[in-house]
């Protein structure tokens, strides 16, 4: 089995910072893509961050210049760190591994439960 497992959500002041961890475990044969994904009330989810294994990042607009996403280490963890957070930067955060498992032949994706973070005075 894998597993995706969030945690560092909580709440913050805007202008403030926090930082996502994301850990991928279990039987990983392969990892393609770790990604953060949110969902705010109301609205669809959307890609926030996404490093690939060789590094290569990628940035909603929304958050260029203010989250970095980084990782891929020997843990298969990832963080995503949030500067300068705005009120509309409230949502529930998803991590997402784009991953092949140690029985499967296909890269699949696997997500986690979430984590809430809140912007807020």
């Known amino acids: 089995q894998v597993h995706v497992r969030e945690s560092g959500g909580g709440l913050v002041q805007p202008g403030g910072s926090l930082t996502l961890s994301c850990a991928a475990s279990?039987?990983?044969?392969?990892?393609?893509?770790m990604a953060w994904h949110r969902q705010a009330p109301g609205k669809q989810r959307e890609l926030v961050a996404g490093?690939?294994?060789?590094?290569?990042?990628n940035y909603a607009d929304s958050v260029k210049g203010r989250f970095t996403i980084s990782g891929f280490n020997d843990k298969n963890t990832v963080s995503l760190q949030m500067d300068s957070l705005k009120p509309e930067d409230t949502a529930v955060y998803y991590c997402?591994?784009?991953?092949?498992?140690?029985?499967?032949?296909?890269?699949?994706?696997?997500w986690g439960q979430g984590t809430q973070v809140t912007v807020s005075s």
């Open positions: 490093i690939t294994n060789g590094g290569r990042t």
């Open positions: 279990g039987n990983i044969a392969s990892i393609y893509v």
């Open positions: 997402q591994a784009n991953l092949r498992s140690q029985t499967n032949r296909d890269y699949d994706d696997y």
